[in-house]
C-alpha cells in the first residue's frame, strides 16, 4: 500500500541511524532518512489526521541509498555492517523535520547525510 521497494520483517527501523550501513543479499545500502508522511499517503489512507497520527508513533520507516548494487530476494537475511553511534536515529530525523532544530544540526553534521536535510534545513534554520 505504501509503495515499498522492500519489506522486512523483525527490524527496528525507528532506531536505525542515519549512515547506518546494511547488507541484504548481495546490495549494500545505507540509511539516509526516515519516510516521511505526505499528502500521498494521506490520499490513499482517505482518514482526517491520518498523517498526523502516523508521524506521531514514530514508526516511519526508513529510505536508503545503494552503496553496492546486486540482488536480494526473499528470506535474505539483513546484516549490520556499519552503526555510527553518534548519529541521530530515524526517529530523531522524524522530530528533526518537524523543526527539532537540535536534531537538525545532528543530522547535518553527519557527513553522509542526504542532500535534501541541506533544502529542509535552510527552510527550518534559515542555513544555507
Keep these: 500500500m505504501f509503495g515499498e521497494n522492500l519489506t522486512t520483517l523483525g527490524l527496528d527501523l525507528t532506531g536505525a541511524r542515519i549512515g547506518e550501513r546494511w547488507r541484504i543479499g548481495s546490495v549494500l545500502g545505507e540509511v539516509t532518512s526516515p519516510r516521511i508522511p505526505c499528502g500521498v499517503f494521506r490520499s490513499w489512507m482517505g482518514e482526517q489526521g491520518w498523517v498526523k497520527r502516523f508521524a506521531a508513533e514514530g514508526r516511519t520507516g526508513a529510505y536508503l541509498r545503494v552503496l553496492e548494487t546486486g540482488d536480494v530476494g526473499p528470506g535474505d537475511a539483513v546484516e549490520l555492517?556499519?552503526?555510527?553511534?553518534?548519529?541521530?536515529?530515524?526517529?530523531?530525523?522524524?522530530?528533526?523535520?518537524?523543526?527539532?532544530?537540535?536534531?537538525?544540526?545532528?543530522?547535518?553534521?553527519?557527513?553522509?547525510?542526504?542532500?535534501?536535510?541541506?533544502?529542509?534545513?535552510?527552510?527550518?534554520?534559515?542555513?544555507?
Design 81 to 128: 555492517v556499519h552503526r555510527p553511534d553518534d548519529a541521530p536515529t530515524t526517529a530523531e530525523a522524524v522530530r528533526a523535520y518537524y523543526g527539532d532544530a537540535e536534531q537538525l544540526r545532528r543530522i547535518l553534521a553527519v557527513p553522509t547525510h542526504s542532500a535534501k536535510w541541506d533544502a529542509h534545513a535552510k527552510n527550518v534554520l534559515g542555513r544555507a
